[in-house]
């Protein structure tokens, strides 16, 4: 019989990996709260229409992406492919906007899009974001960014970049748009096939084709930037004055769209210099439709989301560590029927502060240093023997190999002296 194994564009993670994992979600979160944002959990799957009204029904994501099934009431549901439209759904549902005329709220977790696997994506990946709702202050936009970026630094990132734009509002982006479609018809034989039928349905993801990118067309494609009206041309300029009061440096880029369509006004992403072509880290922007379009009052918003694998890809690529300290950890070894005896209830009593692991049964010193040591302890107790009799533990140090009797009831204070000296080295260990 085959072995089942994980669906492709899937992936388990467990031991280091998994270690590494968890440090960039504390370093996330962490973050997060400093910042002032409550994190939030939304379902994994959501009414189709969610993410048809929300995303929009021209994006790639809708159209070929979105793993969606018939549940058995005949209800279209699909797996979330991204956490705004969650984010806002749960913000309307549960009314938030009564309780907060700004709500701050932060996600991660798991993302679905059906797309094709390669190196650092895949079709269940992870995303951190953050979202405003209920402010079209441009400080939030930048507090957005600095979040983002503080977020990218804790994790030992550096050499990053911020590319900022805009892509205008219901005053100003429709004729920006009729002057792109005009100018991409113009020069269509030049574009891709995906491209050509884009120019009809939504022109402005021509610009943020990966196939055309850097050609002579979208090169000389008219900018947004150049179309803006006064009051979009004002916030984007105030989101620049705050990064730079900040000194947070950025470059506009008269080119950049995000591939949703509720973006409004800015748009950012934040790109690492030393990743070459697949250089951006994750991006957002303004959203000031978004919650009106999902039945909601006018509510503006601003946000980001940063794919996590992605993330740790260019951690490794670029050598930044990461690793949590490591806890201090105890094995406890009984050596003879006595010492089995007590194994259990100090295992149970040492975990209520500390890693312990241990043998339930007797075995011979060197099988047990053994285990202590695939183990990861730096410490080792010894029970049973004359320790028993005494009511006396031993504790031996796998670094130097010094053994020291300690009464039980001494038994917790002796461990924390004992931790400052031994959680600095390495014990050596058997591979």
């Given amino acids: 019989m085959a072995r089942?194994?994980?669906?492709?564009?899937?992936?388990?993670?467990?031991?280091?990996?998994?270690?590494?994992?968890r440090v960039m979600e504390e370093r996330a979160r962490a973050v997060a709260d400093r910042?002032?944002?409550?994190?939030?959990?939304?379902?994994?799957?959501?009414?189709?229409?969610?993410?048809?009204?929300?995303?929009?029904?021209?994006?790639?994501?809708?159209?070929?992406?979105m793993y969606t099934f018939t549940d058995r009431k005949g209800r279209s549901l699909t797996l979330r492919p991204e956490g705004t439209a969650s984010v806002v759904r749960a913000y309307l549902e549960h009314g938030m906007a009564r309780e907060r005329p700004t709500a701050k709220l932060f996600y991660l977790g798991p993302m679905f899009r059906y797309e094709r696997p390669q190196k650092g994506r895949y079709r269940e990946f992870h995303q951190f974001g953050t979202e405003v709702i209920g402010s079209d202050d441009p400080l939030h936009d930048?507090?957005?960014?600095?979040?983002?970026?503080?977020?990218?630094?804790?994790?030992?990132?550096?050499?990053?970049?911020?590319?900022?734009?805009?892509?205008?509002?219901?005053?100003?982006?429709?004729?920006?748009?009729?002057?792109?479609?005009?100018?991409l018809k113009e020069n269509e034989k030049d574009l891709c096939e995906t491209c050509r039928e884009r120019i009809d349905r939504n022109p402005l993801r021509v610009l943020d084709c990966k196939a055309d990118?850097?050609?002579?067309?979208?090169?000389a494609a008219p900018s947004i930037l150049d179309h803006l009206c006064g009051g979009c041309r004002e916030h984007l300029d105030r989101v620049g004055e705050a990064l730079e009061a900040s000194g947070i440096s950025y470059e506009?880029?008269?080119?950049?769209?995000?591939?949703?369509?509720?973006?409004?006004?800015?748009?950012?992403?934040?790109?690492?210099?030393?990743?070459?072509?697949?250089?951006?880290?994750?991006?957002?922007?303004?959203?000031?439709?978004?919650?009106?379009?999902?039945?909601?009052?006018a509510a503006p918003g601003?946000?980001?989301?940063?794919?996590?694998?992605?993330?740790?890809?260019?951690?490794?690529?670029?050598?930044?560590?990461?690793?949590?300290?490591?806890?201090?950890?105890?094995?406890?070894?009984?050596?003879?029927?006595?010492?089995?005896?007590?194994?259990?209830?100090?295992?149970?009593?040492l975990r209520r502060r500390w890693r312990a692991e241990g043998n339930f049964r007797a075995k011979n010193m060197k099988t047990q240093m053994k285990h202590a040591v695939r183990a990861g302890a730096r410490?080792?107790?010894?029970?049973?023997?004359?320790?028993?009799?005494?009511?006396?533990?031993?504790?031996?140090?796998?670094d130097t190999g010094e053994q020291k009797r300690v009464q039980a009831a001494d038994l917790e204070r002796e461990i924390e002296t004992l931790a400052a000296a031994v959680q600095g080295d390495d014990p050596s260990r058997e591979e």
């Fill in 4 to 21: 089942i194994q994980a669906i492709r564009g899937t992936r388990d993670r467990y031991g280091e990996e998994l270690r590494r994992w």
């Fill in 35 to 65: 910042f002032g944002y409550e994190e939030i959990r939304t379902p994994l799957f959501e009414a189709t229409e969610l993410f048809a009204r929300g995303v929009g029904m021209d994006t790639d994501i809708v159209q070929k992406e």
């Fill in 142 to 183: 930048a507090e957005t960014i600095a979040v983002f970026l503080a977020m990218l630094e804790s994790l030992g990132l550096a050499g990053l970049s911020v590319r900022l734009g805009s892509v205008g509002d219901g005053e100003c982006r429709p004729a920006y748009v009729e002057r792109l479609r005009s100018y």
């Fill in 213 to 219: 990118a850097g050609g002579p067309v979208l090169a």
């Fill in 252 to 297: 506009r880029d008269t080119g950049l769209v995000r591939g949703l369509d509720y973006y409004t006004r800015t748009v950012f992403e934040v790109h690492h210099e030393r990743l070459g072509a697949q250089s951006a880290l994750g991006g957002g922007g303004r959203y000031d439709r978004l919650v009106e379009d999902l039945g909601g009052p």
């Fill in 302 to 349: 601003v946000g980001f989301s940063a794919g996590m694998e992605r993330i740790a890809e260019a951690a490794a690529a670029v050598g930044a560590e990461w690793t949590a300290p490591e806890p201090l950890r105890l094995f406890v070894a009984p050596l003879d029927g006595a010492g089995e005896e007590r194994v259990f209830p100090l295992l149970l009593r």
């Fill in 379 to 398: 410490l080792v107790l010894l029970v049973g023997g004359e320790e028993a009799e005494a009511d006396a533990v031993s504790i031996k140090r796998l």
